[in-house]
């Protein structure tokens, strides 16, 4: 266990004697009490100015961040697609949050090379594998405009949609990814219809193929070649750079790719050089590194006679996804201003060093300009936990002599002997387990010990909760105490990275922050896999593998799983046949700040849908199921009527959403 466990659990505890020593007015302690689910959810520190804990302790979000005062309130959100019969989960997308980021990029940079008196120019493209979703790729394109902003491909598909939906003269498409001629033909197709495609060769072989392409189609394509630089990033994805990674070109294929595009006579087709060192860059040092390095390639290779202008620095600015600001996988230790203020004077300082033009610079930021625009939010279903059950634990005549001892450790606890009764119950425990092996314990005597135990276990926790010192091995109980809370959605479509790379994604109580979360919990999904379930959460300085959050009453508890708008969005898979989320955009009224309706409302999958995907045809289900009922209503083992209603039931089943109800 990470010391980190016991401070959401202590958090839990203290709070406990805190509130009630003091005794504030309501007020006051209402207002503290959002002070401190801001500390346990970080919600302003990763939210990045979108989101925080509103006065009525209701998650806010303020969409726009040049507009400070539109604040939304999530819960009421949330009761507007219940009004409206959209069930959960559901896809929350804010529309103006994508705009704000993609302004907010292109800004940045803009005044940064202003400052820097830096004389060449920004030109962003938004890599489409981060959210490949239609309407992301139509606001980011829309928001971009009046920028330049453009859009890089990673694939075939991914440039048949770029090349419809990139339409600005100005802005450029960029081109990563292996390719077959085909892909390079309908690269040359974009310049016909007059798009800035830059085919980036990630691969020596791919130059050959390029050449011999154009050359019969008489098309001179615009060539970028990627890099493989020496330093590497830091985080999950460092392996992108460095001598083994995947893609792009060693320094002697550069050299070797100028040779040959001369030979060719097409050198002038040489205009950018690309590199990549992986996502979520933890670490500013490895962004100075690589600035370093490339500017260095650049102006050297300027100085060759290549007529290189542009340098593409690629993707990596990174989200502070746990709220820590440090060097941890989900987080990182520099903000995008300072992100930026690095590229621009870094390369300033060596091209005016080295004495070569100051490139225009392309970024490929994908993450950083979609994670904070969608989150997921669902339902807690319920609680699982051994000690929830509950069982009759009076003596019985002739029980087993385990049984009474556990029995009298309960009758005799207090606040002197709570640590060795700790430790005894331990081994009665233990020793139960053995006799029942041995035959010589009932089902009931277990089930007596079990309940028992459990009970014990809570009550320490209650004394301990009031000690100053606390010993070590007690510090283990609030997580031994920890429930599971059962929410209405899959790991595995909503959160894969969650499942897939241990990534944390803020988790958050859509509303009573106002209340003291009582509870220590990690989250379990509706999928019949023991691997889906959330136990990485903010933590004070590593995860946490519980979070705090407020006992199951009779109204709906929602919670928010948020920014998942990078990545998490596009890469679920339909594990155990869940489908797609429901999805709403939400978009804010000019006129009222407070104010927001329901854009749009997007269909997620239906239990036909997600069967059609696995060849099944839902029509033909229906029929195979009627033949089987008619056989009963032959035998008369079903009447005819209730066999039309059993048809019917499950053909509606079949148009139904994939979730729990
Ligand atoms: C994935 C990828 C990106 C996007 O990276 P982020 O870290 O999400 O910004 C950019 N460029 C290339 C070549 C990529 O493969």
Same mark, same amino acid.
């Given at each position: 266990m990470s010391p980190n466990n016991l401070s959401n659990a202590e958090a839990i505890s203290a709070e406990a004697v805190n509130v009630d020593a003091i005794k504030q007015s309501d007020s006051t302690k209402q207002a503290l009490q959002i002070e401190d689910a801001e500390k346990t959810y970080r919600v302003k520190r990763w939210g990045n100015g979108y989101f925080a804990v509103g006065q009525s302790g209701d998650i806010e979000v303020t969409p726009r961040y040049d507009q400070p005062d539109l604040r939304i309130n999530m819960k009421e959100v949330v009761d507007e697609m219940v009004a409206e019969g959209i069930e959960f989960p559901a896809v929350i997308r804010f529309h103006d949050i994508l705009r704000s980021q993609v302004e907010r990029l292109n800004r940045t940079f803009r005044t940064t090379i202003e400052e820097a008196d830096y004389e060449g120019r920004y030109l962003g493209v938004f890599p489409v594998k981060v959210n490949q979703m239609r309407e992301v790729i139509e606001e980011i394109v829309d928001a971009g405009n009046r920028f330049n902003y453009g859009l890089e491909a990673g694939s075939k598909p991914e440039l048949i949609a770029a090349l419809a939906y990139n339409t600005n003269k100005h802005s450029l498409t960029i081109l990563n990814g292996y390719k077959d001629e085909e892909y390079l033909r309908l690269a040359l197709m974009g310049l016909k219809i007059n798009r800035n495609i830059v085919i980036v060769i990630e691969k020596f072989s791919e130059l050959t193929k390029l050449i011999s392409l154009s050359k019969s189609l008489k098309i001179m394509p615009v060539i970028g070649l990627r890099v493989k630089m020496m330093v590497k990033g830091r985080g999950k994805w460092e392996s992108s750079s460095g001598e083994r990674a995947k893609f792009g070109l060693s320094i002697a294929e550069i050299l070797k790719a100028v040779e040959l595009l001369e030979k060719e006579g097409m050198t002038e087709a040489i205009k950018l050089l690309h590199f990549h060192i992986g996502s979520q860059l933890t670490d500013i040092r490895a962004i100075k590194e690589a600035v370093q390095e490339s500017s260095l390639i650049y102006s050297r290779l300027v100085k060759l006679g290549v007529p290189l202008e542009y340098v593409d620095v690629g993707g990596g600015l990174a989200i502070d996804y746990d709220g820590s600001? &440090? $060097?941890s996988d989900s987080s990182c230790n520099y903000n995008l201003e300072e992100y930026i203020s690095d590229i621009v004077y870094g390369f300033k300082q060596t091209s005016d060093l080295e004495g070569v033009n100051h490139p225009h610079i392309v970024s490929e930021s994908g993450r950083a300009m979609t994670a904070h625009h969608s989150c997921v939010v669902t339902k807690v279903i319920g609680e699982i936990h051994p000690r929830s059950a509950t069982y009759n634990t009076k003596k019985a005549t002739g029980e087993h002599i385990i049984v009474t001892n556990i029995r009298d450790i309960e009758k005799d606890l207090s606040e002197d002997n709570y640590q060795e009764a700790y430790n005894d119950i331990a081994q009665l425990k233990e020793q139960a387990l053995q006799a029942f092996k041995l035959g010589i314990m009932s089902l009931e005597e277990m089930a007596k010990i079990e309940v028992i135990y459990w009970r014990i276990l809570e009550t320490i926790n209650t004394l301990v909760a009031g000690q100053e010192f606390i010993p070590e091995e007690l510090k283990e109980i609030p997580e031994m105490l920890s429930s599971q809370y059962l929410a209405n959605f899959s790991v595995f479509q909503s959160a894969a990275d969650s499942w897939a790379i241990d990534q944390v994604l803020p988790i958050v109580p859509? &509303?009573? =922050?106002d209340e003291k979360p009582t509870k220590l919990c990690s989250l379990v999904d509706i999928t019949c896999d023991s691997d889906g379930k959330i136990d990485h959460f903010i933590g004070d300085d590593v995860v946490a593998s519980n979070i705090p959050m407020h006992a199951l009453n009779d109204d709906d508890y929602f919670i928010g799983i948020f =920014? $998942?708008?990078?990545y998490q969005d596009v890469m679920g898979d339909m594990h155990n046949l869940f489908g797609r989320l429901n999805e709403v955009h939400i978009v804010s009224y000019d006129d009222d700040p407070k104010d927001f309706y329901i854009e749009e409302v997007v269909k997620g999958s239906s239990v036909k849908d997600v069967l059609s995907t696995m060849q099944y045809t839902p029509e033909i289900l229906a029929q195979m199921v009627k033949k089987e009922i008619d056989e009963q209503i032959r035998r008369g083992k079903i009447k005819p009527r209730e066999g039309v209603n059993w048809i019917d039931f499950y053909e509606d089943c079949l148009g139904d959403y994939t979730y729990l109800k």
């Open positions: 600001q &440090s $060097t859509i &509303s009573r =922050l =920014l $998942t708008g990078a």
